[in-house]
């Protein structure tokens, strides 16, 4: 048997010392942290708020298997309470949608254990800058910093739920942010030469020409003309944008620059694109429509939970299960969650009825069934399903007799 080499001959080889980068070098006097990246620039924070939202959206019911082709929900159950509202003061949608940014964002996340003053327990979110992994074991991390304001507190590794993505040496996700540094730095920098491009008199730029057989020009009469400009034509002043009144002659040689001259909706498009493709979306899925169609712009929304978010989502389904599943069943191998996609991968209602109606053979909803589908009362009869008397089943004990057929005529 070839499984003989213990866990603590292996984790004493290395520490969990590993630092990781928190900020990115935008330009050579401005750097800016990963949560700073998001809330300022318009294309990351698209891209993962996209992510978040969509993720959030769906149910995550708990299950129990029954059997190899069965299985029952269990919506009293405390981790199904739990996962529903997590803390008093955070719906599911919230707690999610900060699971899904902060992994996004930093690539590891992180809930805490918590029991309340009622004597339930529950999960807190904890911000991952504020938190750090500790412990001489490099396989995982034996303990957990969180530093606040005005202390710090140590937590052991079965109080936390760590999501982490990769990260090459240590059990510790690297932000995506790291591979759009060029990308992130080349916008900024990009959107600051635009910025005081348009600033600095995009509207009328250009110069003055003065003829060769001018009167002579003084400097102090320079220097006045210099200032009046500047104050009246340039800048925020009151005559910019207007007719100017030149001297002596002088020709005014306009050499202006537009948002297409700088090309600022591609680069702002371009930006956006990377971004997306470091998420793997789909670029219709944000906006980006210069190829989409009405068939495909179906189809990538049906990529979009199957290969987009499906594996954001087992990972999120299986730490669930691997780190809180046991802290409430004995057999945590008979329960599991599952984001409900159904809603969102089937096609409309006519799509899916139609399709239904084929399978079985008939209708398949009762009246009541129906109208509470558009939040109307239930009436009397209503649950009864009703079938077409041309739809039978074979050996059905009360058959619908066909209609006698007409005598021919005489």
Do not use: C
Not at 152 to 163: A, G, S, T
Not at 164 to 181: K, Y
């Amino acid at each position: 048997m070839a499984f003989v080499a213990t866990a603590g001959s292996i984790e004493q080889l290395s520490q969990h010392r590993v630092v990781r980068p928190s900020r990115i070098q935008l330009s050579t006097t401005y750097s800016a942290d990963y949560a700073e990246i998001w809330r300022t620039q318009e294309s990351v924070r698209t891209v993962i708020s996209f992510l978040a939202r969509n993720i959030a959206q769906l149910g995550l019911p708990l299950y129990e298997r029954v059997g190899d082709a069965d299985r029952q929900r269990l919506q009293d159950h405390p981790l199904a309470k739990m996962l529903r509202q997590p803390n008093p003061w955070t719906s599911r949608y919230r707690f999610i949608s900060a699971l899904v940014h902060d992994f996004s964002i930093y690539n590891n996340a992180y809930w805490l254990k918590t029991k309340f003053p009622n004597g339930e327990g529950g999960l807190v979110r904890i911000p991952p800058p504020i938190i750090k992994a500790s412990g001489t074991d490099w396989l995982t991390p034996g303990a957990f910093e969180v530093r606040g304001n005005t202390g710090m507190k140590v937590f052991p590794r079965d109080q936390i739920v760590y999501f982490r993505g990769f990260g090459v040496d240590a059990d510790e996700g690297i932000s995506p942010l790291e591979a759009l540094r060029r990308t992130l730095r080349e916008e900024f920098t990009a959107g600051e030469m635009r910025e005081q491009t348009m600033r600095n008199g995009a509207r009328m730029s250009g110069y003055l020409v003065r003829p060769k057989d001018a009167p002579e020009w003084s400097d102090t009469a320079r220097d006045r003309f210099k200032r009046s400009w500047q104050a009246q034509y340039s800048g925020s002043g009151p005559g910019a944008g207007g007719t100017p009144i030149l001297e002596d002659g002088m020709t005014f040689t306009p050499v202006s620059q537009t948002a297409r001259d700088l090309q600022y909706v591609e680069s702002r498009k371009l930006t956006r694109e990377e971004v997306a493709a470091a998420y793997h979306i789909p670029p219709p899925m944000i906006g980006i429509l210069d190829s989409a169609t009405f068939s495909n712009i179906t189809e990538q929304h049906k990529m979009l939970y199957q290969l987009t978010l499906a594996p954001l989502l087992v990972m999120i389904e299986e730490e669930i299960e691997l780190q809180l599943m046991p802290d409430f069943e004995p057999q945590p191998d008979r329960f599991y969650v599952e984001f409900n996609l159904r809603e969102k991968l089937t096609g409309s209602f006519e799509e899916r009825a139609d399709s239904i109606m084929k399978a079985v053979g008939g209708p398949t909803m009762t009246i009541n069934e129906a109208r509470a589908l558009d939040n109307r009362t239930p009436i009397d009869g209503g649950d009864v399903l009703i079938r077409p008397l041309n739809v039978t089943q074979n050996g059905e004990p009360d058959p619908v007799p066909a209609a006698p057929a007409e005598p021919p005529p005489a």
